[in-house]
């Protein structure tokens, strides 16, 4: 086989291969930057129910954390983003978690770490057994939303105001720093 022909035949499997994956290699997705909106959102619930937005509108500040279940450091954080959701639900804080994985993009050597994947129905089974005490959306199937917020990981924070300008983003606070919400009023 000649050389040109072998690198032909590497391309198209480099193609091939990148097609299957679901992306271009020219397809970037951004991370929200701080001043922008928070993008819309109608996703289910593990509860049963479908969240927008727009049901949040009555807290002073959203936290909006992209997770997962097989991820171990997501997993490390769980009970952190329980006492967060908890510490602040009476100072005006709302917290949601969204799980942005394709449950069939989840790679076998990548369960070695957990007791589940990232399925709805795992889901659901995440988080009754772990307590959650906030509400965990599926955005799996299409990842709109995740493509929207951009999350380079998880567990990715995205902090809004009450406008729902993003006022931080990054991985969750190990203390909750006492600029996210004031005694005096939101941020």
Request: with cysteine.
């Amino acid at each position: 086989m000649s050389k040109h022909r072998k690198r032909t035949l590497a391309v198209v499997a480099v193609v091939l291969f990148m097609a299957g994956l679901g992306f271009s290699a020219s397809e970037k997705v951004e991370t929200l930057r701080i001043g922008q909106k928070a993008p819309d959102f109608n996703l289910p619930g593990v509860d049963g129910r479908n969240y927008k937005l727009a049901d949040f509108v009555d807290a002073d500040v959203l936290v909006i954390i992209f997770t997962c279940n097989h991820c171990p450091t997501a997993q490390a954080y769980e009970e952190r983003i329980k006492k967060l959701a908890a510490d602040y639900k009476n100072k005006g804080v709302a917290l949601v978690a969204i799980s942005a994985n394709d449950p069939k993009a989840v790679r076998l050597d990548e369960l070695g770490y957990s007791d589940m994947s990232d399925s709805f129905e795992e889901m659901k089974i995440r988080a009754k057994d772990m307590g959650y005490n906030f509400p965990y959306l599926y955005d799996g199937d299409n990842q709109k939303v995740s493509l929207a917020y951009g999350p380079a990981r998880t567990p990715h924070v995205f902090i809004f105001d009450r406008q729902r300008e993003l006022r931080y983003v990054g991985l969750p606070l190990k203390k909750p720093r006492q600029s996210a919400v004031r005694s005096n009023g939101p941020v």
